[in-house]
């Protein structure tokens, strides 16, 4: 896979915000935006960058799921294959 550019990467961001639900299950949840609430706690996320407030570039492995509030990727909540970006 290709690193983004720096550029590319800040309009993944911009998109990002755009997406503020999923659905999963049928049941549509608001994303959980990344803050201080998070372990680590830092300014700006480890893996994909953004700042308080903000929330996470798709996929990002810091992302909490909405529904059960574990990591996004591989908490098993869209394995019924109803999880979509609204
Ligand atoms: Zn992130
Ligand atoms: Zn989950």
Do not use: F
């Amino acid at each position: 896979m290709i690193k983004p550019t720096q550029a590319q990467w800040n309009q993944r961001i911009d998109d990002a915000q755009d997406h503020t639900h999923d659905t999963i299950g049928g049941v549509r949840y608001a994303r959980i935006a990344y803050g201080m609430d998070y372990p680590d706690g830092k300014a700006k996320c480890r893996d994909c960058a953004v700042e308080h407030g903000q929330l996470h570039v798709v996929g990002c492995c810091v992302e909490r799921c909405p529904r059960c509030k574990e990591q996004a990727i591989g908490c098993g909540c869209d394995e019924a294959g109803e999880y979509r970006l609204q």
